[in-house]
């Protein structure tokens, strides 16, 4: 389509391009039908030939940078960007080019300040590049796991509309970034920059912060903060400001300091510790000294095919299926992928995990893989382990599952760090596929109050200066500290899928426990996530617990969703308010039991029946969960219901097809299968020591957002 002369000019102006650079409009068309064209090449030399004729033309020399960089011809872009720059240092699409130079070049971080530069050079307009640029870098923090300043980044990019319209992409990213498991709720729902109180010496300084925050100047806004604290001296508004917008900036060090003195004034106990247990987090991300390492340990192998019959014969080396599609996923890029690959347990596995005890069940130690001979490098094991306090017995175990033929590590790279509370959460067993659902849960809630209760209080931790929790528990001036570490030990995925209540730690440590909130004493709706669990939720008006629900429900608060979620089903003024279905289904998520989780889906299909919608959804999950519990007579029943009255439906015979093919009842054509191949096949039982995917590291499951290597790591 032709070029609209009443645009905005990309040369960064502000103006429309008809009052702006209107001598180039005719050649702007040319350039866009070859970008619409996909042309880049021959876009950018005929850029470059348009500059004799139009020197020094910040569109051009724009249009030019941005071509150079998606080519991938970055010293030319360099060399572009540094003339841009160097002759229009106000102007905010050098400056995004810029930014988009150093995000080719450098991490995240390194790029946030030229956007800052860009975002304070802009005018009341902001080009698409610059918009591009706040975008990119936002996705780039989120791939960098800086959740803090990518989260800002990309609320404020969702916030621009452009075009009249809001960026889709970056909305997308942010229900990505709310839906992520491995996300903490404090980064999801952190607090707010504040206005200053009415009449008070610092208003004007504080307000002002707030303005060029909403902006996305923040480190104009953290300036300003600094000059105020300067003048009028520890103010816990400002501290709370400034660590918020160092934050974003994702200067950690600066957000963490900031955050503890926040914490040190005389605060509400849950404001200090909240912004205590933010500051651990952030911490976290910078400080590793007490986080445990995954590595991959890699042992020259002299003959492949022996180690592999060796492996072969010990049980504690168990096999996993080849699946050219996983070994090719499990492979460096550019390399072959391994010739096999093995989980390797401390004990085999039994043959039956029916009535098996905690202490018989075998334990994942780590992951093998097994590489030929290449003609630059021998033959190789990896091992892929955790360096906790038992790696050398797993180095040892491994060296006697091989046949003791493997000699020192030829190499070891780390490839990632666990936070010590995490690493002791995860239990690390491989059970037998027909391990009852109900007993893996007993066995599972069992370890876990053992963790928590008995071996946590003993961890050492560097936010508690190198203590234990028990040991700083008895200082007085470390017990914000503490409770700040109990409180994310009580957000964290496994804390919040078991019925366990640390109140009963707070107690073992002599700290205050977490009281009930009364709604009737503050804004409900406003209240922290974290704290949603305490609410006394029969005293929670309609509109406050909608309000509440809709933001539990956004970012997969488990408890709070639980929280809130039975008391909407409950209410019946709010039956004609809210969908009791997918309230239900929202429920069956939070479940933490099959049998739990198995009523809530069987009440999302009553009522999806009584409010005349289809109930399709509700019975393939209900089929799931009926295959987990082996009861067959079920099973049939849902699978004759859907196949007689719903497989006119969109994509519902592509789902039964896909759940009784995973189960091994059919085969990919969706033929049953013998009794004898399903009884081989098995039905596996879900769980973390089910999976199977890209290379196992302890404790490893992916994520929603960022980018992973090859080899994931936690």
Not at 245 to 252: I, P, Q, R, V
Not at 351 to 361: F, I, K, Q, W, Y
Not at 393 to 408: F, I, P, Q
Request: proline content about 6%; aromatic content about 6%; glycine content about 6%.
């Amino acid at each position: 389509m032709p070029l609209d002369p009443y645009s905005m000019c990309p040369c960064g102006s502000g103006k429309k391009l008809k009052f702006c650079c209107s001598d180039l409009t005719g050649e702007m068309d040319k350039i866009q039908k070859m970008l619409e064209g996909e042309q880049p090449t021959a876009c950018l030399e005929h850029i470059r030939s348009l500059e004799t004729k139009y020197p020094g033309r910040a569109s051009l020399w724009g249009l030019r940078a941005m071509l150079e960089i998606e080519l991938g011809r970055l010293e030319d872009a360099r060399a572009t960007v540094d003339k841009f720059v160097a002759e229009h240092p106000n102007n905010p699409v050098a400056l995004a080019e810029r930014t988009m130079l150093v995000l080719e070049t450098d991490d995240a971080r390194a790029a946030i300040e030229p956007l800052q530069d860009a975002l304070d050079a802009l005018g009341d307009r902001m080009p698409a590049r610059l918009y591009e640029a706040v975008a990119s870098v936002g996705q780039a923090l989120l791939f960098d796991e800086e959740w803090f300043a990518a989260r800002r980044h990309l609320l404020f990019c969702a916030g621009i509309s452009h075009k009249g319209e809001r960026n889709q992409e970056a909305i997308q990213w942010i229900l990505r970034f709310n839906a992520d498991g491995q996300i903490p709720l404090l980064l999801k729902d952190p607090p707010a920059v504040v206005s200053a109180a009415q009449g008070v010496a610092w208003q004007a300084a504080c307000n002002e912060c707030v303005q060029l925050e909403g902006r996305g100047r923040w480190r104009a806004a953290a300036a300003k903060i600094e000059e105020a604290i300067a003048t009028f001296g520890d103010v816990p508004e400002l501290w709370r400001n400034k660590a918020l917008l160092k934050g974003f900036l994702a200067d950690n060090a600066a957000a963490v300091e900031a955050l503890r003195k926040w914490a040190s004034f005389d605060l509400p106990l849950d404001d200090a510790v909240e912004a205590e247990a933010l500051a651990q987090l952030l911490d976290q991300s910078d400080n590793r000294s007490d986080q445990i390492e995954t590595v991959r340990v890699t042992f020259n192998v002299d003959d492949v095919e022996s180690l592999e019959e060796t492996l072969a014969a010990d049980g504690r080396a168990e096999s996993l299926p080849r699946d050219p599609a996983l070994l090719k996923e499990l492979s460096e890029e550019g390399e072959p992928p391994p010739r096999s690959h093995y989980f390797l347990l401390d004990r085999p596995k039994p043959s039956t995990g029916v009535g098996l005890a905690r202490a018989d069940a075998p334990r994942l130690l780590g992951q093998v893989l097994v590489y030929g001979k290449q003609t630059d490098r021998p033959a190789q094991l990896q091992l892929v382990v955790n360096r906790d306090e038992q790696f050398d017995d797993t180095l040892s175990t491994l060296r006697e599952v091989s046949g003791n033929t493997l000699d020192k590590p030829a190499e070891e790279e780390v490839l990632g760090h666990t936070p010590p509370t995490d690493h002791l959460l995860i239990w690390k067993w491989r059970l037998p596929a027909d391990t009852p659902p109900s007993q893996r849960d007993r066995m599972v809630e069992e370890y876990r109050r053992e963790a928590i209760f008995e071996r946590w209080p003993n961890l050492a931790f560097s936010s508690l200066a190198g203590r234990t929790a028990a040991e700083a528990a008895k200082d007085s001036d470390s017990r914000t500290a503490v409770l700040a570490a109990v409180l994310l030990l009580e957000l964290s995925d496994r804390v919040q899928a078991s019925r366990l209540d640390l109140n009963e730690l707070r107690s073992r440590l002599g700290l205050p426990i977490a009281e009930p909130i009364d709604p009737s004493e503050i804004n409900a709706a406003q209240l922290p996530l974290a704290r949603v669990p305490r609410l006394v939720m029969d005293k929670v008006s309609d509109d406050s617990l909608l309000r509440l629900y809709r933001r539990v429900a956004a970012v997969g608060a488990r408890r709070a969703l639980q929280h809130v979620a039975r008391e909407v089903v409950r209410r019946e003024s709010l039956k004609d308010k809210v969908d009791r279905a997918e309230a239900y289904g929202l429920l069956a998520r939070c479940a933490l039991d099959i049998d739990e989780e198995l009523d809530c889906i069987q009440q999302a299909s009553r009522i999806a029946v009584q409010d005349g919608q289809s109930p399709s959804e509700w019975y393939l999950t209900e089929l799931t969960l009926q295959i987990e519990r082996r009861d067959g007579a079920e099973v049939a029943r849902l699978v004759n219901l859907i196949r007689d009255n719903y497989l006119n439906e969109e994509g519902v015979p592509e789902a039964l097809l896909q759940i009784l093919y995973a189960a091994g009842i059919v085969d990919p054509q969706g033929r049953p299968l013998q009794a004898a191949e399903q009884q081989s096949a098995g039905i596996v039982v879900p769980g973390e020591e089910q999976s199977t995917s890209k290379i196992w590291t302890p404790g490893g499951q992916s994520g929603g957002t960022g980018k992973k290597p090859a080899i994931w790591t936690p």
